[in-house]
């Protein structure tokens, strides 16, 4: 098959092929006439648009890329913070759950919110609205409520209980089996006879008390002649006002006996005594009688009659020993601090219960003799005291504590620590300064 083609023919400006027209006919026809140059101008316009569309376009984009980064950030940050705040929360709870677990569960928690008093009079009542009574005729009708199922709470309550008693019991025995052991090594010297118990006991001649071969000759003939001169348990060596002294005393003394309040007031007499003898040696101090507050329902104002408005501005401290459930403890009112200090040789904060109820006693006694109110001043433990082993030396450590602090030396606790070990000796320095007291006076 023979396909003719047909030849290509150049177009050259100026050249008019047939069947057509000019350009300058053509832009006539159309009423305009344009040359090269402006044709030009246009198309770089054109281009100049395209152009600046496309740059518009560029940075409208790379601001929402701009946005988004932002908006992920924000979003990416908050989502750690909640993490953060999520762990925070899971070890919170995993720390609770600890404590919950390892808490003791001692006592259960009514017993904690009411005084056993409270509770007692509440069972008490209890078992009275269970076993009413109607008179009905002569005889005597029990109406008793129907029993109900037990609770598990009560249940628990109860066991609770039970394991609370055991705990007591075995305390309890405890404290026995020591009390045992300590009569066992130091038998108690029953001073009257069974059969007569109007007769009083002769006493010793000579006491054979622990510090015996440890104190200096002069201490122990001067105890030898007053236990010679003093040969009964009833003699008296210091009669004083409310203070008695018999010879009994001496022997309980030395044997490591409890002391009274009576003890405790012949110790402060004697403090008393050595600083009006050396009074650059001893702070000014005020000493109040534990039967202030022993003997509080009768006519008490006796042991305060010294506690006046003089004698308070030049004095730096106020002594008062407590009696309370068998057990001594020392109340100090320092009036440079404004500040109550315990000093107690069994440290416990049980023991503070009874400070409020006392100074309120004093002060009633002694209002006007204080400018300042005292019942507002703070109750301190104090921290860092020689403390002691046994259930019988608090009475001593109480006189100890009131020897140290009335002397102007600076105290330093920590050197005397070992008071416990020294104790028999300063028994039988206290029982030296009685005798020597009481032959002086009998001359």
């Not at 047939?18 to 305009?32: A, F, I, L």
């Not at 006439?33 to 100049?48: A, P, R, Y």
């Not at 999520?86 to 003791?104: C, F, G, M």
């Not at 006392?358 to 507002?376: M, N, P, Y």
Request: charged share 30%; with cysteine; glycine share 2%.
């Amino acid at each position: 098959m023979h396909v003719e083609v047909s030849p290509i023919v150049p177009y050259y400006v100026g050249t008019q092929p047939s069947g057509s027209h000019t350009y300058e006919q053509s832009s006539q026809r159309m009423g305009q006439t344009f040359g090269f140059e402006e044709i030009h101008d246009l198309l770089k316009s054109q281009q100049k648009i395209i152009l600046d569309f496309q740059v518009s376009d560029d940075s409208r984009l790379t601001q929402l890329e701009n946005t988004i980064l932002e908006f992920e950030d924000s979003v990416y940050s908050r989502l750690t913070t909640l993490e953060n705040t999520v762990t925070d929360l899971k070890l919170h709870v995993v720390r609770v759950e600890k404590s919950i677990k390892q808490a003791p569960v001692e006592f259960p928690r009514r017993w904690v919110k009411e005084s056993p008093q409270r509770s007692l009079i509440k069972r008490i009542k209890n078992r009275l609205n269970r076993r009413r009574k109607s008179l009905c005729s002569p005889y005597v009708v029990f109406e008793r409520k129907r029993k109900k199922e037990p609770n598990k709470e009560s249940v628990e309550n109860k066991e609770e209980e039970e394991v609370v008693v055991d705990q007591v019991n075995k305390f309890q025995e405890e404290v026995e089996s020591v009390h045992k052991e300590e009569e066992a090594l130091e038998p108690v010297t029953h001073y009257v006879s069974e059969d007569y118990p109007d007769k009083v006991q002769p006493a010793a001649e000579v006491i054979n008390f622990p510090a015996r071969d440890e104190i200096p000759d002069y201490m122990r003939e001067t105890i030898d002649i007053c236990c010679r001169k003093y040969t009964d348990f009833g003699d008296l060596l210091i009669d004083m006002g409310h203070i008695s002294v018999p010879r009994r005393y001496i022997d309980e003394f030395l044997g490591n006996g409890w002391l009274g309040n009576e003890q405790v007031d012949c110790f402060a007499m004697l403090m008393e005594n050595k600083r009006c003898a050396a009074p650059q040696l001893y702070r000014s101090y005020l000493y109040v009688s534990p039967c202030h507050w022993l003997y509080r329902q009768g006519n008490v104002k006796p042991f305060v009659e010294h506690i006046t408005k003089d004698a308070i501005q030049n004095t730096e401290l106020i002594l008062i020993p407590i009696i309370n459930n068998q057990h001594w403890i020392l109340l100090v009112g320092t009036m440079n601090e404004s500040k109550w200090r315990v000093y107690d040789s069994l440290p416990n904060r049980m023991h503070l219960a009874i400070t409020q109820s006392i100074i309120e006693h004093f002060l009633k006694d002694t209002s006007d003799a204080f400018e300042e109110k005292l019942i507002k001043w703070p109750v301190v433990m104090t921290r860092g005291i020689p403390v002691q082993s046994n259930s019988y030396d608090c009475g001593v450590y109480v006189c100890k504590y009131m020897e140290t602090l009335v002397r102007k030396e600076k105290v330093n606790w920590a050197e005397k620590k070992d008071w416990q070990e020294l104790m028999h000796l300063f028994r039988a320095e206290i029982v030296y300064d009685i005798c020597k007291f009481a032959l002086d006076k009998s001359e």
